[in-house]
């Protein structure tokens, strides 16, 4: 079975793409390319000893992706990645990210019509949750008013698909909602490449302890927790990218089920700033240079997944520590520099 993964070459597009070749599936990789290198194709082939297609493609234009589907006969589902994702860039570039992100979605659900392929798994985010009054964050929490357009555009396209799969019969959706992926295959070959500066904490980390940036900024340390530095839920990306395996057999094999579904992915703990660089620096037998400054603006406190849905109902748990994401995650930095 054949499973076009767009967004293919980027970050959790390639480990999604070897879980699923070692899954058994048929993979298509479409990217634009433009926060991604191709050569992503071929460590994703010699990881898996496997063949994989890959295709340059933007499919926020209308005609080019039009003119994909019609190339691609036999795509029996779809993993929607290709999206902008910089916190930042999109408050400054609102139209550029509503572009990216919505018109790619749309195109892909009017191909999917034309072409009767029925499943699609979205790329959503923790994000949709804002600060949620209750943790751990169940999917039962509501949105809360997105605190940028890139946030914006993953409720939005929520609402896209839902509204979508109550009109058109055949079509069935599962949106993976995200907390903070990362590290990188055990292999090394693939991993988190941001362009320019990293907004997110681990690539920061790892760029720093390189010698790439001089030191690390720890955003706040006056929060309400046990160390005064924010939360999140830091999961492995292999483990995510294991739930989209999991997302695609549960809709092509399991009939009772509603046909717009969505699941939190994440490991169901928290862990402070600082534990993260406590962590970082035992586990690589290093010392980060860092420090305190102000809080980032649009930051939440402390956020964490309740997995249960996901563990009972997707058969999915995250395997993978945090130990192991770190130490995954510096080994890819030293890989990606020394080549
Ligand atoms: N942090 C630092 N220093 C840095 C970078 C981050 O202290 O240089 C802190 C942040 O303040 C935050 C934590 O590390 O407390 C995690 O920050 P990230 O940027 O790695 O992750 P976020 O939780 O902010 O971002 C996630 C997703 C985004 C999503 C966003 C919504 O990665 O896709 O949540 O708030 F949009």
Do not use: C
């Not at 994703?44 to 994909?68: C, R």
């Not at 509501?142 to 609402?159: H, R």
């Amino acid at each position: 079975m054949k499973i076009l993964v767009t967004g293919g070459t980027g970050y959790i597009g390639s480990h999604t793409a070897v879980e699923l070749l070692n899954a058994g599936y048929e993979v298509l990789l479409g990217d634009n390319l433009s926060n991604s290198n191709e050569e992503v194709v071929q460590r994703i082939k010699t990881i898996t000893g496997k063949q994989v297609q890959f295709e340059k493609i933007d499919f926020s234009d209308t005609e080019a992706s039009s003119n994909f589907f019609e190339h691609h006969q036999g795509i029996t589902a779809i993993i929607h990645f290709a999206a902008s994702k910089a916190v930042g860039e999109s408050v400054e570039q609102p139209l550029l990210y509503y572009r990216n992100n919505l018109v790619s979605l749309l195109n892909i659900l009017d191909a999917m019509r034309k072409h009767a392929i029925k499943y699609i798994v979205f790329s959503s985010s923790a994000t949709v949750y804002g600060q949620p009054d209750e943790l751990p964050v169940t999917e039962k929490s509501p949105f809360q008013q997105a605190n940028s357009p890139y946030g914006n555009t993953k409720q939005i396209s929520e609402e896209i698909i839902q509204d979508s799969v109550k009109a058109y019969e055949q079509l069935h959706a599962i949106a993976l909602r995200y907390f903070n992926p990362i590290g990188a295959h055990h292999s090394a070959l693939i991993g988190e490449l941001p362009l320019g500066v990293p907004n997110n904490l681990v690539p920061f980390i790892t760029q720093t302890a390189i010698g790439l940036r001089k030191e690390l900024l720890v955003f706040g340390e006056d929060y309400n927790t046990p160390d005064g530095s924010a939360i999140r839920d830091y999961i492995h990306v292999s483990d995510l990218a294991q739930a989209h395996v999991k997302a695609i057999d549960r809709m092509i094999h399991i009939e009772n089920r509603e046909a717009f579904e969505y699941f939190n992915l994440g490991t169901g703990t928290g862990s402070s700033v600082f534990e993260v660089i406590n962590t970082f620096e035992r586990v690589n037998q290093l010392k980060l240079n860092y420090r305190v400054v102000g809080r980032r603006a649009g930051d939440v406190e402390q956020v964490w997944a309740d997995t249960h849905k996901a563990n009972e109902e997707l058969g999915w748990k995250a395997q993978l520590s945090l130990d192991e994401a770190l130490s995954s995650a510096w080994k890819w930095e030293q890989f990606i520099r020394s080549i």
